[in-house]
């Protein structure tokens, strides 16, 4: 049974940091590219983030360039998303994915609230 369960996410004052966690169970964690994604009320779902499985190379939305960083730990089966300089339009449910060809898992996701 794949689980990927967030954690991390809460209220933060504007230019605060967070660290999100997602952590993966009954995966070949490996394998799977993993990312981020978040959706905002009323809004679509948009990607933030991605590192890909060999490599580690990473991708991000322009909006959170040089402000969040994307980082794996394939011993530890965990993703996580370091948020700096936070603004309130990052306020927004963060959703862990992962992905391996057509597969994908998702997991029930972590709000995450920038106001002051």
């Known amino acids: 049974q794949v689980q990927l369960v967030e954690s991390g996410g809460g209220l933060v004052q504007p230019g605060g940091s967070l660290r999100l966690s997602c952590a993966a169970s009954?995966?070949?964690?490996?394998?799977?590219?993993m990312s981020w994604y978040r959706q905002a009320p009323g809004k679509e779902r948009e990607l933030v983030a991605t590192?890909?499985?060999?490599?580690?190379?990473?991708n991000y939305v322009d909006s959170v360039k040089g402000r969040f960083t994307i980082s794996r730990d394939n011993v530890k089966k965990t993703v996580y998303l370091q948020m700096n300089s936070l603004k309130p339009e990052d306020t927004a449910v963060y959703l862990c994915n992962a992905n391996y060809r057509r597969t994908d898992y998702w997991g029930q996701g972590t709000q995450v609230t920038v106001s002051s």
């Open positions: 009954g995966v070949t964690f490996g394998i799977y590219a």
């Open positions: 590192i890909t499985s060999v490599g580690g190379s990473t």
